[in-house]
T-cell receptor, first 114, second 112 residues
Framework: DVKVTQSSRYLVKRTGEKVFLECVQD?????MFWYRQDPGLGLRLIYF???????EKGDIPEGYSVSREKKERFSLILESASTNQTSMYLC?????????????FGPGTRLTVL | GDSVTQMEGPVTLSEEACLTI???????????LFWYVQYPGEGLQLLLK?????DKGSNKGFEATYRKETTSFHLEKGSVQVSDSAVYFC???????????FGKGTRLSVIA
């Protein structure tokens, strides 16, 4: 079974804190993605990566950065958390370059910024 | 840019009722189309997909047909169950090197 795991299911942080969200996949997938999910807005792509040390901006990269030092791990970083970053964060991975291949999602991290 | 529009929810149905969730898209070229489902407390999982016009994707009793003439990919099921209660997302990718574009999701509640 494909497994995409995220470091926390729930996280509470304070405004201005640096926040790390970790995602690990065990299927040797090339591609990894970070989305945020908000009511009424659906899923929006923050960043994605097609290879180790490679990253591409998605639709809403402002206020976020990412790191992919190893193939199986893709981290999302909030340099200085703000209340408007309170959201559900979903990580996903897929096998080969190109999104014709199924994306596998983690269970999500619900982040609250106070 | 490419986009997906799906019917707003929530949709509430009785068990064994018929389901249709509308999805239309705007894209250049010939996108691939997907339906993902998110059960309560879980991440999304692929439900079905279609990669070219007139293809029909099907899984778990759900089906959707890629209609290029109407730029649509409506999700249908003949008889829903309580266990189908979830949020359903329509999505597309215009080519092999572009990430998925998702619709806003439609919440379905099925009551016994």
């Amino acid at each position: 079974d494909v497994k995409v795991t995220q470091s926390s299911r729930y996280l509470v942080k304070r405004t201005g804190e640096k926040v790390f969200l970790e995602c690990v996949q065990d299927m040797d997938h090339e591609n990894m993605f970070w989305y945020r999910q908000d009511p009424g807005l659906g899923l929006r792509l923050i960043y994605f990566s097609y290879d180790v040390k490679m990253k591409e901006k998605g639709d809403i990269p402002e206020g976020y950065s990412v790191s992919r030092e190893k193939k199986e791990r893709f981290s999302l970083i909030l340099e200085s958390a703000s209340t408007n970053q309170t959201s559900m964060y979903l990580c996903a991975s897929s096998f080969e370059a190109g999104s014709y291949n199924e994306q596998f999602f983690g269970p999500g991290t619900r982040l609250t910024v106070l | 840019g490419d986009s997906v529009t799906q019917m707003e929810g929530p949709v509430t149905l009785s068990e064994e009722a018929c389901l249709t969730i509308n999805c239309t898209y705007t894209a250049t070229g010939y996108p691939s189309l997907f339906w993902y489902v998110q059960y309560p407390g879980e991440g999304l999982q692929l439900l079905l997909k279609a990669t070219k016009a007139d293809d029909k994707g099907s899984n778990k009793g759900f089906e959707a047909t890629y209609r290029k003439e109407t730029t649509s990919f409506h999700l249908e099921k003949g008889s829903v169950q309580v266990s189908d209660s979830a949020v359903y997302f329509c999505a597309l990718t215009p080519d092999t090197n572009t990430p998925l574009v998702f619709g806003k999701g439609t919440r379905l509640s099925v009551i016994a």
